[in-house]
């Protein structure tokens, strides 16, 4: 559907983007990951149209766009902040690209009042000014006027950025149904892992203007590529030589301590005995943080401070200042 071949950006001297290489499925949901300043959205725009790649050539359902007109890519766009025209109705926002396209006044009108309908805007709300609208009902709109016209691809960058955590979740949950519903092709960006690991098919991690890994979220989050994937990607633990010397004395594992090693979180286990091939090491419990669903302890082990997270399912509640037994399996480190 999408593939982008040897793409280079620059910006007088500086290189935004180089070697960037990406393929998106028809009706997939792709996401640009990364911290800010990365290229992931130097990417889309370059997808979109708004910037021409020095190197490189963009394709979409076999054909060269590189150097095509923005508004003759068939791609619609929704922006951070929306790009709304906040004196103007909600019907007006929506009906401004089949405008600009000249499309007949029964036709247009069918097409917003039925577009409004699947992103559940009323009749009323479609009379309203875009500012008497809240955050959530605003990037509706902004979702209405660039599925609209029926384009092949939706660009989002991103949309969620400006909302409150919970709006942001709730959101979040209704873009993926929407994409599902609509089937379209889909480019996301965000720097925010969760919203990335919850919404997308695949993702492509950007780190200073190049792709560190491409892959499924499973495969982005367990199978870190980089050091820097590794870290970028939810929280995790960085193992000091003392523990890894352990985890080899312990079991069959012949890790170099002199290499970058990581565990996740949820991949350390408190009071477990039944963990196969796993090094059980004493710690001490020296902090805890309750989150409902969770319990996030820090533990100090051979001298390291390391955390770990537990269900809240009644049967592990650790007081601080208790000696627990660790169990780490070399199986669920990633060396670097």
């Known amino acids: ?7 280079g950006v620059k910006f007088g001297d500086f290189q935004a983007l180089k070697d960037i290489n990406i393929h998106v499925k028809e009706g997939e949901f792709f996401t640009f990951l990364g911290p800010s300043g990365c290229g ?15 190197e490189g050539t963009v394709v979409v359902k076999g054909e060269d766009i590189t150097h095509v007109p ?15 025209f906040p004196t ?13 396209k000249k499309v007949p006044k029964d036709e247009l009108d069918k097409r917003v009042r039925e577009m409004a309908a699947k992103v559940e805007l009323t009749d009323q709300q479609l009379m309203r000014k875009v500012a008497e609208l809240s955050g959530g009902q605003q990037q509706r709109v902004a979702i209405a006027r660039a599925l609209v016209t029926k384009p092949a691809i939706m660009c989002l960058d991103e949309p969620l950025s400006n909302l409150d955590a919970k709006l942001r979740v709730q959101l979040r949950n209704e873009l993926k149904e929407l994409q599902a519903k609509f089937g379209i092709t ?10 990335a690991l919850t919404l997308s098919d695949n993702i492509a991690v950007f780190n200073k203007g190049v792709i560190e890994q491409i892959g499924t979220p499973y495969e982005i989050y367990n199978n870190s590529a980089t050091e820097f994937v590794c ?3 939810g929280d995790i633990n960085k193992l000091e030589a003392d523990i890894i010397k352990e985890i ?3 079991t069959n594992a012949k890790l170099d301590p002199s290499k970058a090693t990581y565990v996740r979180l949820e991949r350390i286990h408190v009071n477990e005995e039944d963990i196969p091939g796993a090094a059980q090491i004493k710690g001490e419990v020296i902090g805890r943080e309750y989150y409902g669903l ?10 390291q401070v390391i955390k770990c997270i537990e269900k809240n399912d009644g049967t592990k509640f650790f007081d601080v200042g208790e000696t627990v037994n660790v169990a780490i399996s070399p199986d669920n480190l990633m060396v670097y």
């Not at 969770?294 to 001298?303: A, E, N, P, S, T």
Request: contains cysteine; hydrophobic residues 40%.
């Open 231 to 233: 870290n970028f990607i």
């Open 294 to 303: 969770y319990i996030k302890f820090m533990l100090k082990v051979c001298g």
């Open 186 to 195: 889909t480019i996301y960006v965000t720097h925010d892992q969760e919203e």
């Open 248 to 250: 080899n004395a312990q």
């Open 88 to 100: 103007m109705t909600v019907y007006e926002n929506i009906a401004f690209g089949l405008r600009v």
């Open 70 to 84: 923005v508004e003759q890519r068939n791609i619609g766009m929704v922006f951070q902040n929306y790009a709304l």
């Open 40 to 54: 992931k959205t130097t990417t889309l725009r370059t997808i979109t149209g708004f910037i021409d790649p020095c």
């Open 1 to 7: 559907m999408i593939q982008l071949k040897d793409i």
